[in-house]
C-alpha cells in the first residue's frame, strides 16, 4: 500500500532564506507526483506537476525534483517570503489505479 | 473560466439529515474526485469518477454516495449524516485521470451536530 509522509510536519523560517520541503513515498510505481499549495481556510492551488518519467519542474522561484528509486521528490523554495506561508501537500498517483494519495503537508511559515 | 465550483460553502446539519453537495467544472476535464479533509488525517479519497458515467470507491467511501450527472457535474450525497462526516469537503478535476494535473474546487465545510 502506497504511504505518503511529509517531514516535518511545521517549518518556520526568516524571510529570504532558502528551504527544503519533503515528500516520501513507498511504492515507486507512479503516474506522477504534485505539489500544492493550502492557504488557512482555503482550497489545494497546484504548484508543480511532475511527471513519472521527469527528474524536476521549475516555476519561479519553486523548482520540484523527483528521485523514483529512492522513493522522495523535494520542493525547493528561493529566497522565502512572508506570502509564501501556508501548508504545502503533495500527493502522488500510482500506476494501475485512478486514486491519488496525499501526504499530511508541512505548514511554512515565513517571518518578516 | 471559473475551473471548480463547489456549493455550498458551509453547511449545518443535525444526525440522521441528510444533504447533497455539489460540484461543476467547465474544464472539460474527464475525471472527478471527492476528498474529505480532517486535522492530522489529510485528504482522503471519497468516491471518483474516472470519466463520464462511471463511478468508483475511495479510501472512505461509507455512508456516502456519488452520482456523475454528466461531464461536467459530480454529486455527493450524505444519506444520514453523523457526527463522524464533519469535515471539509473538496471536489477536484484532472483531464486524465492519473496522469493529468488535479485541480481543486474552494471546499465545502460541513458539521454535523
Known amino acids: ?112 | 473560466n471559473a475551473g471548480v465550483t463547489q456549493t455550498p460553502k458551509f453547511q449545518v446539519l443535525k444526525t440522521g439529515q441528510s444533504m447533497t453537495l455539489q460540484c461543476a467544472q467547465d474544464m472539460n476535464h474527464n475525471s472527478m474526485y471527492w476528498y474529505r479533509q480532517d486535522p492530522g488525517m489529510g485528504l482522503r479519497l471519497i468516491y471518483y469518477s474516472a470519466s463520464e458515467g462511471t463511478t468508483d470507491k475511495g479510501e472512505v467511501p461509507n455512508g456516502y454516495n456519488v452520482s456523475r450527472l454528466n461531464k461536467r457535474e459530480f454529486s455527493l450525497r450524505l444519506e444520514s449524516a453523523a457526527p463522524s462526516q464533519t469535515s471539509v469537503y473538496f471536489c477536484a478535476s484532472s483531464e486524465s485521470g492519473p496522469t493529468g494535473e488535479q485541480y481543486f474546487g474552494p471546499g465545502t465545510r460541513l458539521t454535523v451536530t
Not at chain 1, 35 to 57: C, H, M, V, Y
Not at chain 1, 64 to 71: E, I, N, Q, T, V
Not at chain 1, 92 to 106: D, P, Q
Open chain 1, 1 to 112: 500500500k502506497q504511504e505518503v509522509t511529509q517531514i516535518p510536519a511545521a517549518l518556520s523560517v526568516p524571510e529570504g532564506e532558502n528551504l527544503v520541503l519533503n515528500c516520501s513515498f513507498t511504492d515507486s510505481a507512479i503516474y506522477n507526483l504534485q505539489w500544492f499549495r493550502q492557504d488557512p481556510g482555503k482550497g489545494l492551488t497546484s504548484l508543480l506537476l511532475i511527471q513519472s518519467s521527469q527528474r524536476e519542474q521549475t516555476s519561479g522561484r519553486l523548482n520540484a525534483s523527483l528521485d523514483k528509486s529512492s522513493g522522495r521528490s523535494t520542493l525547493y523554495i528561493a529566497a522565502s517570503q512572508p506570502g509564501d506561508s501556508a501548508t504545502y501537500l503533495c500527493a502522488l498517483s500510482t500506476s494501475g489505479t485512478y486514486k491519488y494519495i496525499f501526504g499530511t503537508g508541512t505548514r511554512l511559515k515565513v517571518l518578516a
